[in-house]
């Protein structure tokens, strides 16, 4: 039919980026589950270890600290949406630079590390469990190291803000497609001429009451 419009098909989305990190877990517990830490005599050489390993990623942290402050104040405005985790609104949608969001990803990354050292070592102090210690040794300097702001500050990638969210149950996380600009920017421009038209009154309206005024006063005359 003349004047219709084709849709266009939406771009197939990208497979689900995977990292080495998801498959570590498997490989350590496979390792560990083949040492006895306790006869070898490993378990203080574990724990040095696990502090030396704690100790480097806060050094990193500190290292990422002083190149985020190092940015200039101001700039383009990022904006972020919010993030809902099992439905709920765990973020709002805000407005930040690049220097205010880096630091918030900055300070949620540390402190997920600070939770995680607490945490673990009620653990083990608790039931003497020397597996985590084994896992996290390897575990929190690799999720530093393929973190994006690590990408970013050490690395020199050229990775896109907003960050993709990362999945709380560890599954890969598929990237979001880049939504058609172009596209919007005709649709705004179509849905504002056609206003236009509605707004804008015929002028075959415009001449009806005036030609109705014009015969009612030949009539009277």
Not at 117 to 123: K, S, T
Not at 125 to 145: A, D, H, K, N, R
């Amino acid at each position: 039919m003349a004047g219709s419009t084709e849709t266009e098909e939406p771009p197939t989305p990208p497979m689900p980026q995977f990292s080495i990190s998801q498959l570590v877990p498997l490989g350590v517990s496979m390792l560990a589950s083949k040492v006895d830490f306790e006869k070898e005599g490993l378990v203080h050489h574990v724990e040095i270890a696990y502090v030396v390993a704690q100790l480097l990623c806060i050094a990193g942290l500190g290292h990422l600290y002083t190149k985020i402050q190092a940015l200039p104040e101001g700039g383009t405005k990022i904006k972020v949406p919010e993030v809902k985790q099992m439905g709920q609104v765990v973020s709002p949608a805000v407005e930040q630079t690049v220097k205010e969001y880096d630091m918030t990803k900055l300070e949620a990354q540390a402190k997920q590390v600070v939770i995680g050292c607490v945490i673990l070592a009620g653990i083990y102090f608790t039931w003497g469990y020397v597996f985590p210690l084994v896992l996290q040794i390897v575990m929190t300097p690799m999720q530093l190291v393929e973190s994006p702001l690590f990408k970013i500050y050490v690395f020199g990638s050229d990775v896109k803000r907003p960050f993709p969210e990362p999945n709380p149950f560890g599954l890969p996380q598929a990237p979001e497609p880049a939504a058609p600009e172009a596209a919007t920017e005709a649709v705004k421009d179509g849905a504002g001429k056609d206003q236009g038209k509605e707004d804008k009154p015929d002028e075959k309206e415009k001449d009806e009451p005036t030609e109705k005024k014009e015969d009612a006063e030949k009539k009277d005359d």
